[in-house]
């Protein structure tokens, strides 16, 4: 080499470098990702179109309903608290939704769980009664 000569850059291209690599290989990675959620979802409804056909099995729309109801009612009360920017405060809402995703179940029946909750109190008020009361008597 000449010693004035100048080295080209290994790229070939030029102001690409290194940099612009790695945004490449990131937009592939989301798109690899998008594209994997898109097929999940895509072959799901495919296989639930399909097994329709094969096994009609009962869909609860009454039930569903409930459940998206009990959802969107945690949904909204964790998205309304505040504190979630710190450890005690994720774990705070992750205690508030399931309070209230608790009390909304109760409240619209959500696969019997009101049922559920009276015999869970039943027990135990049964179980904490004294011995000679009345209320243990079979």
Do not use: C, K, W
């Not at 959802?71 to 909204?76: D, E, G, P």
């Amino acid at each position: 080499m000449a010693t004035g000569a100048r080295r080209q850059p290994l790229t070939g291209r030029a102001g690409a470098g290194p940099r612009s690599e790695v945004v490449a290989f990131a937009g592939v990675a989301v798109v690899a990702r998008i594209g994997a959620g898109v097929g999940a979802s895509v072959g799901a409804v495919l296989l639930a179109l399909a097994g329709r056909r094969l096994l009609a099995l009962p869909l609860p729309g009454g039930e569903l309903a409930r459940i998206a109801a009990a959802t969107s009612l945690m949904a909204a009360a964790v998205v309304a608290f505040p504190g979630a920017h710190t450890t005690i405060g994720l774990f705070q809402s992750a205690v508030l939704g399931m309070a209230v995703y608790a009390a909304a179940a109760i409240a619209l029946n959500v696969m019997g769980a009101r049922e559920l909750a009276l015999f869970a109190v039943r027990t135990a008020t049964r179980r904490l009664q004294p011995i000679t009361s009345s209320a243990n008597a079979d």
